[in-house]
């Protein structure tokens, strides 16, 4: 599975921005898809996911300010993100796994493939 990030740019804290990452290859309906950021001098981190069945978790960090969603007939996954804090600014990264369990989706480790990042910055 190949995985393309976009969506990115710089916007003022409050504003708004959506994150898409299309996926290449077979079978990723069967995907859990997942959002990590990385923050210069910090760890990768955990933002959202989505499995297979639609189900959706969040950090409590942007719960209830971002939204993820997939579209299966376009490979896709999105990250709609609300209310943008310059907290929020960091390098976003999606990530695919088929075989991930449920105890394992906040973990980056347990994600077999990874797409390149696109910047976010929210300026205060």
């Known amino acids: 599975v190949q995985l393309q990030a976009s969506g990115g740019g710089l916007v003022q804290a409050g504003g708004s921005l959506r994150l898409s990452c299309q996926a290449s290859?077979?079978?990723?309906?069967?995907?859990?898809m997942g959002w990590f950021r990385q923050a210069p001098g910090k760890e990768r981190e955990f933002v959202s996911a989505?499995?297979?069945?639609?189900?959706?978790y969040y950090a409590d960090a942007v719960k209830g300010r971002f939204t993820i969603s997939r579209d299966n007939a376009k490979n896709t996954v999105y990250l709609q993100m609300n209310g943008l804090k310059p907290e929020d600014t960091a390098v976003y990264y999606c990530?695919?796994?088929?075989?991930?369990?449920?105890?394992?989706?906040?973990?980056?480790?347990?994600?077999?493939?990874w797409g390149q990042g696109t910047q976010v910055t929210v300026s205060s």
């Open positions: 990530a695919a796994d088929s075989r991930i369990i449920l105890s394992s989706i906040r973990d980056p480790i347990q994600y077999d493939f």
């Open positions: 290859g077979g079978g990723f309906r069967q995907y859990t």
């Open positions: 989505v499995r297979w069945n639609n189900a959706m």
